[in-house]
């Protein structure tokens, strides 16, 4: 399915700055952000700020973490300047934009003193539908082909009702699995859609042996989450199959 132009892409005319080939890499890997970059209407939020994938995630404002969904913003519309960022990091971490996940995450990497791409959409690596799984293996692609430099890939989604498989299933995944909102059940659930969607989005393929695995598992009385990387046991299972209990 052909991404929708938009204002940013041009095709003709003269050459401003950010001008790029719609049709080439650098074109698709922007093209493919802007699939996400509505992603804040989920949750009814459509003011909330996007944030660049270098930078932090979105503050919390009155003491109530935001949710942060990352786009490429203008000044990182050329592929020199996007590239000249994307060196000086060594991890890539795609969660979640929840508020009680992808702030969180990030702060925990960043504490143990990595330098961060941020890919913050709905969903982290569980897409549901094949637009949205596409563009996030386009993203993939290129970030694999020019990440060399690039130690650590952490693939995740998050516990404690998810609100964009909540979205797709039109119920909380713990309330279609008739378990508890937090249970190891929830969470071993989730850690089978993360593994079947690494392979769908073929994100191993892009970073061979750099990728992890991890549940972020939302601490609620703390206000924290920790990184869950115990997947012993899990198969990868797509929605459909979990909630049909195959
Ligand atoms: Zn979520």
């Given at each position: 399915?052909?991404?929708?132009?938009t204002?940013?892409?041009r095709e003709n005319?003269?050459q401003?700055t950010g001008?790029y080939?719609p049709?080439s890499?650098w074109?698709q890997f922007?093209k493919?952000w802007?699939?996400?970059?509505?992603?804040?209407n989920?949750?009814?939020?459509?003011e909330?700020p996007v944030v660049s994938?270098?930078?932090?995630?979105?503050?919390?404002?009155?003491?109530?973490?935001?949710y942060?969904v990352t786009?490429?913003?203008?000044?990182?519309?050329?592929e020199d300047?996007?590239?000249e960022r994307y060196r000086?990091?060594?991890?890539i971490l795609?969660?979640?934009?929840?508020?009680?996940?992808?702030?969180?995450?990030?702060?925990?990497?960043?504490?143990?003193?990595k330098?961060?791409?941020f890919?913050s959409?709905a969903?982290g690596?569980?897409?549901l539908?094949?637009e949205?799984?596409h563009?996030?293996?386009?993203i993939l692609?290129?970030?694999?082909?020019?990440?060399?430099?690039?130690?650590?890939?952490?693939?995740?989604n998050?516990d404690?009702?998810?609100?964009?498989i909540?979205?797709?299933?039109?119920n909380?995944?713990?309330e279609?699995?008739g378990v508890?909102v937090?249970s190891?059940?929830?969470?071993?659930a989730t850690k089978?859609?993360?593994?079947?969607?690494m392979?769908?989005v073929?994100?191993?393929?892009?970073?061979?042996?750099?990728?992890?695995?991890a549940?972020?598992?939302?601490?609620?009385?703390?206000?924290?989450a920790?990184?869950?990387?115990d997947?012993?046991?899990v198969q990868p299972q797509?929605?459909?199959?979990?909630?049909a209990?195959?």
């Open positions: 399915m052909p991404v929708p132009k204002e940013t892409v005319g003269p401003p001008e080939e049709n890499e074109g922007l493919a802007k699939v996400f970059g509505g992603d804040y989920f949750v009814s939020h459509p909330t994938p270098f930078d932090r995630p979105n503050p919390p404002i009155e003491d109530k973490r935001q942060t786009q490429i913003p203008e000044g990182l519309e050329t300047a996007f590239l000086k990091t060594d991890a795609i969660t979640c934009m929840d508020k009680d996940a992808s702030g969180p995450a990030y702060e925990i990497l960043k504490k143990g003193g330098k961060i791409m890919v959409i969903g690596i569980t897409q539908t094949q949205r799984e563009a996030l293996t386009t692609s290129y970030l694999g082909k020019k990440g060399d430099h690039i130690q650590e890939v952490l693939a995740t998050h404690e009702t998810c609100g964009y909540k979205a797709s299933l039109d909380p995944l713990s279609a699995l508890e937090g190891k059940e929830e969470g071993t089978a859609l993360i593994l079947h969607h392979e769908k073929g994100i191993n393929n892009f970073f061979p042996q750099k990728v992890k695995p549940l972020v598992d939302i601490k609620r009385e703390t206000e924290d920790e990184f869950d990387y997947f012993s046991g797509s929605l459909e199959e979990i909630v209990g195959k």
